[in-house]
């Protein structure tokens, strides 16, 4: 009888006052603050203030531009899908090949749900022949969607978490 064994490493980052600052201050902005500014703000030299910047923005952010796909006449669908037979994977690479489909990601959590794709579509015959499409995927055994049809709110990514790195 063996003893199998799950080892969790834990990536440790750790990031100076300064740097968080300089985060905070990204984000704040939206990264819409020069160096000139950063640098008068923490009273540090420029260069300092350029070269930290460089790292954090190529370490741990990401600027992104995203369609407002609603103005366009598009709906954003988000599919949960059960897989079974080991073939989550395989199914997975098979929903990057649609055209509607814009993100796959592979979850953790309830046990049926194994991936969760996004989907940007026109309208309900696009919906339901994408449902139906999913359905008959080799290894997908249940396909749940919803819609956001209204966004509530939300939240700015607040300092305290970076605090806490």
């Known amino acids: 009888m063996s003893d199998s064994y799950i080892l969790a490493f ?3 980052i750790v990031l100076t006052t300064i740097d968080k600052k300089i985060l905070k ?5 939206k990264g819409k603050v020069s160096s000139d500014m950063l640098a008068k703000k923490l009273n540090l030299p420029r260069s300092t203030v ?3 910047k460089q790292d954090l923005e190529k370490r741990f952010l990401q600027l992104t531009y ?7 006449g598009f709906r954003r669908l988000d599919f949960f899908i059960f ?3 080991g073939k989550t994977s395989s199914v ?4 990057l090949k649609m055209d509607e489909v814009v993100e796959v990601g592979r979850g953790f959590g309830t046990h049926t749900i194994h991936l969760k794709a996004e989907a940007i579509i026109r309208d309900n015959k696009e919906l339901t022949d994408l449902i139906e499409t999913i359905k008959i995927l080799d ?6 969607w919803v819609e956001i049809i209204k966004v509530v709110g939300r939240k700015k990514l607040t300092s305290s978490i970076i605090d806490k790195i």
């Open 66 to 72: 995203t369609l407002n796909f609603e103005e366009m």
């Open 50 to 52: 350029q070269r930290r």
């Open 10 to 12: 834990i990536h440790v």
């Open 25 to 29: 201050t990204l984000l704040e902005t």
């Open 139 to 144: 290894g997908v055994m249940e396909v749940k």
């Open 83 to 85: 897989t079974n037979n």
């Open 92 to 95: 997975a690479k098979k929903l």
